[in-house]
């Protein structure tokens, strides 16, 4: 009986030794991504700031090749069996929002819709959701030259900045602390307190331009709803790309993705500040 008491003792310690290791492997493998996610984003951070700084046609020409390479990549998961079909609705992009921002007037804005109508009337999956989305692709990318034009560096660099702090303060902040799920049917991975977190980050940062005299007060209030915007541009890719059965739009940026995985914020970001602008004159930025 000793013998047996003293197993079962010797056993349970045993065990009870062993299962702190896994949490404790369930903790690193959060941060497997870190490093590939940083390089890539040191190295997309360096070539945006070089160009959001040049401004002008050269601004213009890396927007419509981001814009087409999105389009490209909804194109595919969309409809994967087509195999050269999503190469020329980037084409298609590239063609249309360049005539736009050449054209600049009313009727050429209406050459941003070519790239939906061509998913609508294509064969694929969900092809209402993927011709709106790519709508919003579309108007992002055109937005994004007017804004810089309009506002100049100052009003794109805040843009820019509140969809990265509101993204790295919900990653940071998300896996650290975790707790309940924000929408957990579309995207699992995201939760209330990086979510929060995000908001935070945003009205601080608007808090910057405002002491830094780049903007007045009503920025406190903007920030955090343009941060609200990017989050659910993000919640929607993870939506259209749950419903197409991949994990990332493309493999084209190591730890992130595809050009959707990095960018679906700004679209969401950078639509509601169009959105915006039909409605009020002046944004307190600039």
């Not at 079909?85 to 929002?97: E, K, N, Y």
Request: hydrophobic share 55%; proline share 5%.
């Amino acid at each position: 009986m000793t013998d047996k008491t003293e197993e079962s003792t010797a056993e349970a310690a045993a065990q009870a030794a062993a299962a702190p290791a896994e949490p404790a492997t369930n903790v690193l493998g959060r941060w497997n991504d870190l490093r590939p996610r940083v390089v890539s984003a040191i190295v997309m951070v360096s070539v945006g700031a070089a160009e959001i700084w040049l401004g002008g046609p050269s601004f213009a020409v890396l927007v419509v090749l981001l814009t087409a390479g999105m389009i490209w990549e909804l194109a595919a998961i969309t409809a994967p069996v087509q195999k050269n079909r999503p190469l020329l609705m980037a084409g298609i992009a590239a063609a249309a929002l360049g005539g736009a921002l050449v054209l600049r007037s009313d009727l050429a804005t209406s050459l941003l819709m070519m790239p939906p109508l061509a998913l609508a009337l294509t064969p694929r999956r969900d092809r209402q959701i993927a011709a709106l989305y790519a709508a919003a692709i579309m108007v992002a990318g055109y937005g994004l030259v007017e804004l810089r034009e309009e506002v100049g560096t100052t009003g794109i660099l805040w843009l820019v900045i509140i969809v990265v702090v509101s993204d790295v303060a919900g990653y940071f902040v998300g896996r650290i602390m975790g707790g309940p799920k924000f929408w957990p049917k579309v995207s699992p991975k995201k939760t209330w307190s990086g979510t929060v977190a995000g908001w935070i980050g945003a009205a601080l940062v608007g808090l910057c331009f405002v002491l830094a005299g780049r903007g007045d007060w009503g920025l406190l209030i903007l920030s955090p709803i343009v941060a609200l915007a990017g989050q659910l541009g993000d919640i929607l890719e993870s939506w259209v790309k749950r419903r197409s059965g991949v994990k990332d739009s493309s493999n084209l940026i190591p730890g992130h993705g595809g050009l959707l995985d990095r960018f679906d914020a700004l679209i969401g970001a950078t639509v509601l500040v169009m959105l915006l602008g039909l409605f009020f004159k002046d944004l307190p930025i600039g």
